[in-house]
C-alpha cells in the first residue's frame, strides 16, 4: 500500500476525523495572504491553497519558549530537568517546510544530542501536502531542490483535481490511512497522473536565481569580503524576522525566571536571532559582529555554506519567508543575484552557459 | 502540552558547594568549589563550566586550577554581567550548580616534551593558570618553561601571591610587566609585547600558548612570528558568550566553528585567515 487516493468529497470527513484521532494542526488563512498553523478539527478551516505561512512548522519542534529546567530553593537545590512534549498531527506541510524540519532534526540530533527536542519530535505525526506550483514570486525552491518531496514526512497528499493521491511513507502514515475509512488504493492511472503532474511541475519550477546550486558553495567562499553585505548593512534593520520566520533557524537564548514566591521558579530557552546586536557579545564589551554587515552575512553564510561542510545540504529551503518578512525589503534571491553579479565572488563561473 | 520529567537533560545541572571564595581584586573573585558526593570534575586544562545559578541564570567560566589536583576546581570569576555579579555575593559553603566541562583544552600531548612560552593579558591568566599550574605538577614533561603576564596594574594583578612564588623558581622564566605603574612596583612598565624579545628560546622547538582580550593576539602573535615559532605551534584561547555549551544555541559561532565544541582552544594556524575569530 505505497499509494493511496482521497476523493476530494470526503476531504472534510478526513480531516474530522484525523482531529478525532489526536489534536491537529492546519493551514488556516488569517486575513489577506496570511497563514498561519493552528489546531483545526473541520475541513472548512484549513486552507489547502496556502503561501508558506508566517511562522513555519518549526514552531512544533522547537516552541518559541520551552522550559528545560523547573527548580525550587526553599531546600537547597531541587532541580527538576523537563520536556514539554505533546502528540500531535500536522496537516498540510509543503516540502519546503518539510526540508526545514530535516535541517533542524540533524542540527538537534547530533552529539551532544538535545533530549528536549528529540522526545518531542517523536510525538509529531506529519501529513505533507504538494505545492503544484509557485506560492509567489519570493520561493525559491528549486534552487535548493526543495520543490518535490524527499521523505520526512509520514503521509503525503497531491491534489490531482477531483481527488488526493497520497503516498504513504511510514508505519504511522499507514495507521491513519487504515483508521481513516476514507482511503482506497491507488490505480495505475492515479499513479500516471501523479507522473505527469511531476513533469509539469519540472517544467514549471526552474532555477530562480541563475548558478547551478553546486556552484554556490564556492561562490559565498570568495564572497567573505564583497560589497553586498555592506548594501545590505545600510538597509537591515536589524529586527530579526529573518530569523524568526526561517524553518532553520534555531539559534536560543537561556533564560531564568523566578516565581513570585522568590523560590520556586523555571530555565527555558527563548528562540534568539544572530541579527541583534547582543547575540555576538561577551562580558567584556566586546561584539564579534558588530556591523549590521557582518550579521547578515552570517545569516547567509548559516544557510549556503557553513551547513554544506557540516550536514551536505543547504539550510535554505527556498520557502521565501525571510523575504517576505523583512520591513526593508531584502531579498534572499536578489542578495544571490548580487553575489552573482559581484565580479569577484562569481568569478569561476561568470562565463558558465547557465 | 504535557511536561514530563526526564533523566537524560542535556541541561541537567551538577550540584556543587563553593567551599573557599576569596576577594582577589577590587572585580575578581576566585571560587574553590567542589562537586556534590565528593564527585571529581572529569577536565582538561583550558576547558570551562557552565555555572548555574537558579533564578539568575547561567555564565560560561574557564576552570583556573589544574586537574591534577583532585576533588575541587577552581574558578576566577569578574563582575561583568548579571550571573558574575550574583557569584561575588557567593561565599564558602554556598550551594552552586555546574554543567561541563565543555570544550576543547589544551593540547597537552602534543605539548609535551617540548619548550612551552605562555603569555597572558588581564584575565587570560586564569584559563592558562591551568596549564601552568598542569604543566608545574608534571614538570618532567616539558622543556624550558617561559611565563610572561601582563595587565593594567598592579592592583589588578591575580594570583598574585603565587606569581611571587613562580618568580622565584628556578625550573621557570617569568616576567611580568603592568601598563601603569604604582610608585611601589618594582618590575617592568609597559605592553606585554615588549617582554617578547627578550626572552631567549629555541623557535623550533617552542610552543605558545597565549590568552588575553582579543586586542592583545594581534600585537602578541606578531612579535612571536617575529621570533620564529612556526604558525602551527601557536595556541590562543578564545572567549565568547556561550549559553548551551553545547554546539546549538549559536552563541559563540566563529564562521562554521563553535567555540564552545571546537575550542576554546584554537591552533593560530587554523585561525589566522578566520574573519570574526578574534
Known amino acids: 500500500m505505497e499509494y493511496v487516493i482521497l476523493m476530494k468529497d470526503d476531504f472534510g470527513g478526513f480531516i474530522s476525523r484525523l482531529a478525532k484521532l489526536q489534536k491537529l494542526a492546519a493551514p488556516v488563512s ?5 497563514f498561519s498553523f493552528q489546531e483545526v478539527s ?21 516552541p518559541r519558549q520551552e522550559t528545560l529546567l523547573e527548580f525550587n530553593t526553599a531546600k537547597g537545590l531541587e532541580v527538576k530537568p523537563v520536556v514539554e512534549h505533546e502528540k500531535i498531527t500536522l496537516f498540510g506541510v509543503h516540502t519546503c517546510d518539510l526540508a526545514g524540519i530535516q535541517c533542524i532534526n540533524m542540527v538537534f540530533s547530533i552529539r551532544p544530542r538535545d533530549y528536549n527536542y528529540l522526545i518531542r ?17 519570493y520561493a525559491s525552491c528549486c534552487l535548493v531542490s526543495s520543490h518535490l518531496p524527499s521523505g520526512g514526512y509520514d503521509l503525503f497528499l497531491t491534489d490531482l483535481g477531483d481527488y488526493f493521491i497520497a503516498h504513504v511513507n511510514t508505519q504511522v502514515g499507514e495507521d491513519i490511512v487504515e483508521s481513516i475509512k476514507y482511503f482506497k488504493s491507488a490505480e495505475a492511472s492515479n499513479l500516471e497522473e501523479l507522473k505527469s503532474l511531476r513533469e509539469r511541475k519540472r517544467a514549471l519550477f526552474k532555477n530562480e536565481v541563475p548558478i547551478e546550486p553546486r556552484l554556490i558553495p564556492e561562490m559565498f567562499d570568495r564572497a567573505f569580503e564583497s560589497g553586498v553585505w555592506k548594501d545590505l548593512e545600510e538597509r537591515c534593520l536589524a529586527c530579526g524576522n529573518c530569523t524568526n520566520v526561517c524553518p532553520t533557524c534555531y539559534c536560543f537564548d537561556i533564560i531564568d525566571e523566578t516565581d513570585m514566591d522568590l523560590k520556586t521558579g523555571r530555565r527555558y530557552r527563548n528562540w534568539d536571532s544572530c541579527q541583534l546586536e547582543p547575540f555576538a557579545k561577551v562580558a567584556g564589551g566586546e561584539s564579534f559582529r558588530k556591523e549590521r554587515s557582518a550579521r547578515q552575512r552570517h545569516r547567509y553564510y548559516r544557510k549556503f555554506r557553513y551547513p554544506v561542510s557540516k550536514f551536505a545540504r543547504f539550510f535554505c529551503t527556498g520557502c521565501g519567508r525571510c523575504s517576505r518578512a523583512c520591513m526593508a525589503k531584502i531579498n534572499l534571491k536578489e542578495t544571490l543575484n548580487s553575489l552573482l553579479n559581484d565580479r569577484y565572488a562569481s568569478k569561476p563561473f561568470i562565463n558558465d552557459e547557465i | 502540552m504535557e511536561k514530563t520529567i526526564i533523566k537524560e537533560s542535556n541541561y ?8 573557599k571564595a576569596r576577594q582577589m581584586t577590587a572585580h575578581e573573585k576566585l571560587f574553590e568549589i567542589a562537586l556534590e558526593g565528593g564527585e571529581n570534575l572529569d577536565y582538561e586544562p583550558g576547558q570551562f563550566v557552565i555555572v548555574s545559578l537558579l533564578g539568575v541564570g547561567e555564565a560560561p567560566i574557564s576552570i583556573c586550577s589544574s586537574p591534577t589536583k583532585a576533588g575541587s576546581f577552581e ?22 550548580g555546574i554543567r561541563g566541562p565543555y570544550g576543547k583544552g589544551f593540547p597537552i600531548r602534543i605539548l609535551e616534551g617540548n619548550d612551552l612560552l605562555f603569555i597572558a593579558g588581564g584575565l587570560g591568566v586564569a584559563p592558562l593558570r591551568s596549564l601552568i599550574k598542569y604543566a608545574f605538577d608534571n614538570r618532567r614533561d616539558f622543556g624550558k618553561i617561559h611565563i610572561l603576564l601582563g595587565c593594567k596594574t598592579s592592583e589588578d594583578m591575580l594570583f598574585a601571591d603565587e606569581l611571587d612564588q613562580w618568580f622565584k ?38 610552543f605558545a600558548v597565549i590568552v588575553g582580550p582579543p586586542i592583545m593576539y594581534r600585537f602578541v602573535i606578531k612579535e ?21 555549551g553545547m554546539g546549538k544555541c549559536g552563541r559563540c559561532q566563529i564562521q562554521n566553528l563553535y567555540c564552545c565544541q571546537d575550542g576554546p582552544v584554537f591552533n593560530y594556524a587554523e585561525i589566522k585567515n578566520m574573519k570574526e575569530a578574534i
Open chain 1, 121 to 137: 519530535k517523536r510525538k509529531i505525526d506529519i501529513i505533507g501536502l504538494e505545492c503544484n506550483e509557485y506560492c509567489d514570486e
Open chain 2, 12 to 19: 541537567r545541572i551538577r550540584n556543587a558547594r563553593v567551599i
Open chain 2, 224 to 244: 612571536i612570528l617575529a621570533k620564529n615559532i612556526p604558525e602551527r605551534q601557536i595556541f590562543v584561547s578564545l572567549e565568547r558568550h556561550m549559553k548551551c
Open chain 1, 30 to 34: 488569517k486575513g489577506y495572504n496570511n
Open chain 2, 75 to 96: 574558578l576566577c570569576v569578574r563582575a561583568v554581567g548579571k550571573v558574575t555579579n550574583a557569584m561575588h555575593r557567593l561565599e564558602a559553603g554556598d550551594d552552586i
Open chain 1, 42 to 62: 473541520s475541513g472548512d478551516e484549513v486552507a489547502l491553497k496556502y503561501i508558506p505561512t508566517i511562522i513555519p512548522p518549526k514552531k512544533f519542534f522547537m
Open chain 2, 169 to 206: 623558581r628556578m625550573d621557570v622564566h617569568y616576567e611580568c610587566t603592568v601598563d601603569r605603574a604604582a610608585p611601589d612596583w618594582a618590575g617592568h612598565v609597559g605592553q606585554i609585547t615588549t617582554l617578547i624579545p627578550g626572552v631567549h628560546l629555541e623557535s623550533e622547538r617552542t
